[in-house]
């Protein structure tokens, strides 16, 4: 019997996208394989935000036909979207399938159903019958015609299966002049209030206690949904409705533009137990230049207004940016003007990206290109200056009490047993003890070790008690 097997690279939307194309190969009646090299088809979702992701995909191409010259590979993703006629002409590759036609990807390799099928129960088309001309071997086409929203629940990693994340929005309307990704996915698109409902309802019966709701440009969710009432939903509408609606125990929000956190946002954020202590407010820049040549929607005044709000109404949440290095044009001057915004936010933790100039963008054509080695080094001091913050905000919640979850399975290291958790305020937590995967508890931290906070349960499981969140005891503002 055929197998499958889909390798994701990028974001977590990505991700999600990979998780939905599981879905559509089982109900085809396909089997997943262990690993690439098992697989009878193999699919390649790929990422495109950096060269470096492209060649990431390129790679892994490589890799596959050398462990199992037999599969067949089909390529899908932002890379099969941006650059098909490449992909196609990489040894190995069946079929370019952009995510314009990702929705469909397995009645492309599968065949379509006959009439008197079921979605879950057609019979399938033997792989070795799937061949095409060369002329039908991609799928793509303009991706502002298609307005699906392909989501499935992902999980963070291979062990962790406790923090089910949902895409609710795909798309960007956003034209930054560094970003190609609205060329491959798309106008901002939200999945509808219901079926987000739905959805949570469905991990809630499945016993998960924290959902994180994620999108390509969360912030916009609902914008392009019809109206019910005198304005389209916003935001702050999903996450009152889900609150309203669900018996979810806590619910984490992932990234939101500065623009898009209304005080009313932040008072509901702040004003819940139920929701995530930690917020994600994308930078890239803090000089009011490079923004505008970024074509981004704030200055750093704006910025920094919007993080002070957060702080002040959430004092013990951890507050995270994405930073962007070396884009065109970028002075010494300017750098320096990022990194003494970043000195003075009660930020606790960066993303570090370095430019990388995207065909077709404005950017990738713009005079004074930073060079590399310029580019890298200062990426390095950025992540040495997040390191430094990081580390001060963790020593803050020393003797505090903190809510977590449980992770993963319990693992032995030294002398002792210990259980893998996170905090309601995003911080990793090496907890003393063996404890069941999926419950929340409260901790008390001894210690700082490395990029973890360690301790131990100072009360036994309290999944349905409402806590004060804990404030960090020295100020995080460095």
Same mark, same amino acid.
């Given at each position: 019997?055929?197998?499958?097997? %889909?390798?994701?690279? *990028?974001? #977590? ?5 990979? !998780? $939905? ?5 089982? +109900? ?14 193999? %699919? ?7 060269? /470096? ?11 596959? #036909?050398?462990?199992?010259?037999? +599969?067949?590979?089909?390529?899908? *993703? ?19 399938? *952009? ?19 079921? /979605? ?8 070795? /019958? ?32 406790? #923090? ?11 034209? +930054? ?19 987000v409902l739905a959805q949570v309802n469905k991990l809630v019966a499945a016993g998960y206690r924290e959902v994180v709701i994620s999108g390509i440009n969360l912030g916009r969710w609902g914008r392009d949904l019809s109206p019910e009432g005198p304005r389209p939903p916003k935001l702050e509408d999903l996450v009152r409705a889900i609150l309203d609606r669900t018996a979810l125990r806590k619910l984490r929000i992932s990234s939101v533009e500065p623009m898009d956190w209304s005080d009313s946002l932040i008072r509901l954020m702040a004003g819940s137990s139920r929701i995530a202590k930690h917020a994600h407010v994308p930078l890239q820049s803090g000089s009011d230049g490079v923004l505008r040549r970024m074509h981004r929607k704030y200055r750093p005044w704006h910025y920094r207004e919007t993080?002070?709000?957060? !702080?002040? $109404? ?37 993303? %570090? ?47 505090? !009490? ?31 003890? #063996? ?35 804990? %404030? ?7």
């Amino acid at each position: 019997m055929a197998n499958f097997y %889909v390798e994701n690279f *990028g974001c #977590r939307a990505a991700q999600a996208d990979g !998780r $939905a194309i599981e879905e559509q190969l089982r +109900c085809r009646g396909l089997e997943p394989a262990g690993c690439a090299e098992s697989a009878t088809l193999v %699919v390649l979702n790929t990422c495109a935000v950096t060269a /470096s992701a492209e060649r990431d995909a390129r790679a892994a191409i490589r890799r596959i #036909r050398r462990a199992n010259p037999g +599969c067949e590979v089909i390529v899908t *993703g932002c890379y099969a979207q941006r650059a098909p006629q490449e992909v196609a002409a990489l040894p190995g590759v069946s079929r370019v399938i *952009g995510n314009s036609h990702k929705p469909n990807l397995a009645q492309i390799a599968l065949g379509p159903h006959s009439e008197k099928d079921s /979605s879950k129960q057609a019979p399938l088309v033997p792989l070795s /019958s799937l061949t095409l001309p060369p002329e039908q071997s991609i799928f793509v086409s303009d991706i502002f015609a298609h307005t699906e929203l392909l989501a499935a629940p992902v999980f963070d990693g291979p062990r962790e299966r406790t #923090r089910p994340n949902l895409k609710v929005q795909d798309g960007c309307n956003q034209r +930054c002049s560094f970003c190609i990704i609205p060329f491959l996915r798309g106008p901002s698109r939200s999945l509808g209030l219901e079926e987000v409902l739905a959805q949570v309802n469905k991990l809630v019966a499945a016993g998960y206690r924290e959902v994180v709701i994620s999108g390509i440009n969360l912030g916009r969710w609902g914008r392009d949904l019809s109206p019910e009432g005198p304005r389209p939903p916003k935001l702050e509408d999903l996450v009152r409705a889900i609150l309203d609606r669900t018996a979810l125990r806590k619910l984490r929000i992932s990234s939101v533009e500065p623009m898009d956190w209304s005080d009313s946002l932040i008072r509901l954020m702040a004003g819940s137990s139920r929701i995530a202590k930690h917020a994600h407010v994308p930078l890239q820049s803090g000089s009011d230049g490079v923004l505008r040549r970024m074509h981004r929607k704030y200055r750093p005044w704006h910025y920094r207004e919007t993080v002070e709000k957060i !702080r002040a $109404a959430m004092p013990g949440a951890s507050l995270g940016a994405d930073v962007m290095v070396g884009f065109p044009g970028e002075t010494g001057a300017e750098f320096d003007e990022t990194c003494r915004m970043i000195e003075a936010l009660p930020l606790t933790y960066l993303h %570090v990206f370095t430019f990388s100039a995207r065909p077709g963008t404005p950017a990738a054509s713009m005079p004074a290109q930073v060079p590399v080695n310029l580019r890298r080094e200062r990426n390095r001091i950025l992540r040495d200056l997040a390191a430094e913050k990081k580390q001060a905000f963790m020593r803050g919640f020393l003797g505090e !009490r903190l809510e977590a979850i449980t992770l993963g399975a319990a693992f032995e290291e030294g002398e002792g047993t210990w259980t893998r958790a996170l905090t309601d305020n995003y911080l990793k937590l090496r907890l003393k003890g #063996r404890h069941e995967s999926n419950h929340w508890l409260e901790a008390r931290v001894d210690a700082v070790a490395g990029e973890e906070l360690v301790g131990e349960p100072a009360a036994g499981p309290f999944d349905t008690l409402n806590l004060a969140p804990a %404030v960090p005891k020295t100020s995080p503002i460095l």
